[in-house]
């Protein structure tokens, strides 16, 4: 399955970037991560956003990608980014309050490797919850790298890491 | 006629010394005659040249304990061919077992042993030692149990090169995390339970800790890959912080969880901790099973397993090292 990054730039008002993610879901999108580029605020005071979805088929993503332009979205960027290595990895510990978005964009942040899925339970309050993430890289070694991170984050965090028995 | 002592008389020496005693026919067709010369516990012995009667010697144990020499008086008195070395492990100083062992070589004795301790400690001194002394060293039992994996890594698998192990090496460890997985218990309610059925000990924390785990990692990496390690080369982490709900996350992507003794000869790591394995994954056990997955240059992967500890399971490995020592040719 391919997997898509679009950067579009939004206004900051409310209910922007819901009517940016509704063409991607209709067209059989499923959407992975969003981050707002803040930091690369436009003179026209729009913000980046970057938006990664997977499709079934590259040719979904081109309609996406017309039908958002149709509608009048900005997009500034559209590429196909090859993620060729997967892996599940699954985190215990007090996962949110140990600021479960910082984790997972010290993965995404890379560049190279980006968590593509994740299944989280909270049990009650104050007991640990658990989280599966399904990791994908630009290649083995780069998941490797990601992997590496990511053994740093639950250890300064005190997550537990619990990996694949088929090391990457 | 081959003299045995037994140094340590708990479960798996009294194992050991039943077996001797209800399978001699079969024992002495494949080994020639033998005679049990001593046997000690904690505070003492029982001693006889010519042969200790090992039902009376289970009987006295029963009743209560040994008196009379201790076991270093026995190494230093009397003579034997091998040492059978059955006491508690500590993983620290490797004693009292090291003790016995380094002064059974000196004697000129051959050892087999169940106790991982003396290995984890100091398996390169009592190798050296050993050899120097042209005694034989059979340690299958620490390893897995029945599972016979140090043999078959030994003279099964001679010329190849052992690159990985991994491994289910804690039994009690692989029970708990099968019941919490089948009955969504959770930790502490399947430890209570493991600890009535004498799986798990009053104090778990050397199974679910994953110290058994890497003591037998360290033993493994020395004997058959050759890894010069020691027990603080090896990461270590246990089961105790897997939630009940980690096993239904797990099981959606088709995962289970198990802790996995990993000695990985290619990166260079040793390595004990809870790992995903796809559920049709060979060490996918369940129960109080171990099994170890072995990759070689020549012969590829192979797998093995068996029952991880117990009594007779003990002293099935105990007596197989005997029989690989004295078989008659
Ligand atoms: N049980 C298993 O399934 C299993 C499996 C694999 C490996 N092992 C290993 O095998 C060894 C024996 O296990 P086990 O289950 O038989 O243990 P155990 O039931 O606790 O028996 C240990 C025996 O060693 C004796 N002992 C303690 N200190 C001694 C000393 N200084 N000198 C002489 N004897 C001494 C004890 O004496 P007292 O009776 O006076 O206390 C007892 O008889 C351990 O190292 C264990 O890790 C056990």
Redesign the interface.
Same mark, same amino acid.
Do not use: D, K, N, Q
């Given at each position: 399955m391919p997997i898509i990054s679009v950067v579009v730039e939004l206004l900051d008002k409310p209910g922007q970037l819901l009517s940016t993610l509704e063409p991607i879901s209709r067209g059989g999108g499923n959407i992975l991560t969003i981050i707002h580029q803040r930091d690369k605020i436009t003179p026209l005071k729009r913000v980046p956003v970057e938006i990664s979805f997977s499709v079934e088929d590259e040719r979904d993503a081109k309609r996406i990608v017309e039908k958002l332009k149709e509608k009048g979205v900005i997009v500034k960027s559209y590429n196909e980014i090859r993620l060729i290595a997967t892996t599940? $990895?699954?985190v =215990?510990?007090h996962i949110v309050k140990t600021d479960l978005s910082d984790t997972i964009s010290r993965i995404d942040s890379t560049g190279f490797a980006e968590v593509i899925d994740m299944?989280l339970?909270m049990?009650e309050v104050n007991?640990?919850?658990?989280?599966?993430l399904?990791i994908s890289a630009t290649g083995q070694e780069k998941l490797e790298e990601a992997l590496d991170i990511l053994r740093e984050v639950c250890k300064s965090k005190n997550l537990?890491l $619990?990996?694949? =028995?088929n090391e990457v | 006629m081959i003299s045995i002592a037994i140094f340590g008389f708990g479960a798996v020496g009294q194992g050991v010394a039943e077996v001797l005693l209800r399978k001699r026919k079969q024992l002495e067709s494949l080994i020639g005659k033998y005679k049990v010369v001593a046997v000690t516990d904690s505070k003492g012995s029982v001693v006889d040249e010519n042969g200790v009667e090992l039902s009376k010697a289970i009987e006295k144990k029963k009743k209560g304990g040994f008196d009379g020499e201790k076991t270093l008086g026995v190494i230093e008195s009397l003579d034997f061919d091998v040492a059978i070395e059955v006491t508690p492990t500590d993983v620290n100083s490797g004693e009292p077992g090291l003790t016995h062992i380094l002064k059974s070589i000196e004697k000129g004795a051959d050892v087999i042993t169940s106790n991982k301790g003396p290995l984890v400690v100091a398996f390169k001194k009592i190798k050296k030692l050993a050899e120097k002394k042209g005694v034989k060293l059979g340690y299958e039992a620490t390893v897995g149990g029945v599972m016979p994996i140090i043999k078959l890594a030994k003279a099964d698998l001679a010329g190849n090169d052992i690159k990985v192990i991994k491994g289910v090496l804690n039994g009690t460890c692989n029970y708990i995390l099968t019941r919490m997985e089948k009955e969504k218990m959770t930790y502490s309610q399947v430890l209570s339970e493991a600890q009535e059925l004498k799986i798990a000990e009053a104090d778990p924390s050397y199974d679910v800790e994953g110290i058994d785990s890497a003591a037998k990692l360290v033993i493994l990496a020395n004997a058959v890959m050759d890894m010069d390690a020691i027990f603080d080369d090896v990461e270590v982490v246990g089961i105790t912080r897997i939630t009940p709900e980690a096993f239904e996350v797990a099981a959606n992507k088709n995962y289970t969880i198990r802790l996995i003794a990993e000695a990985n000869k290619e990166k260079g790591f040793l390595k004990v901790s809870p790992r995903l394995l796809p559920r049709n994954h060979p060490l996918a056990i369940e129960g109080t099973m171990n099994a170890a997955l072995i990759k070689t240059d020549l012969a590829g992967d192979i797998v093995v397993m068996g029952k991880g500890a117990g009594k007779y399971e003990t002293a099935s490995a105990i007596i197989s090292d005997l029989v690989e020592f004295y078989r008659k040719r």
């Open positions: 599940s $990895v699954m =215990i510990g299944e339970t049990p007991r640990p919850s658990t989280a599966m399904t537990l $619990v990996e694949p =028995i | -």
